[in-house]
């Protein structure tokens, strides 16, 4: 299964979640770190739900870009 993840800059590094799976989330330093730790909070937030007979969430978000072509003006 594939799963979206959001990763956004913070202040102090990055963080990532993803949506179809709440309260699955990462922080660290470093966009290749932050995406290491969200896998591996992503396999262990699953067992754990194996574990506790609860149902697995299936990926249902996509990740979608659109491209602005002309420039966007600020409003006064």
Do not use: N
Not at 6 to 30: H, K, M, N, Q, R
Not at 40 to 57: M, N, T, V, Y
Not at 65 to 70: A, I, K
Request: with cysteine; charged share 20%.
């Amino acid at each position: 299964m594939e799963y979206a993840v959001i990763i956004e800059p913070t202040s102090t590094g990055f963080s990532a979640y993803l949506p179809d799976v709440p309260g699955c989330v990462a922080a660290a330093d470093t966009e290749t770190e932050v995406k290491q730790l969200i896998l591996e909070a992503l396999q262990l937030h699953l067992e754990e739900l194996r574990l506790d007979g609860e149902p697995i969430p299936q990926p249902t978000s996509r990740i979608a870009y659109v491209e602005v072509t002309e420039p966007i003006r600020q409003v006064a």
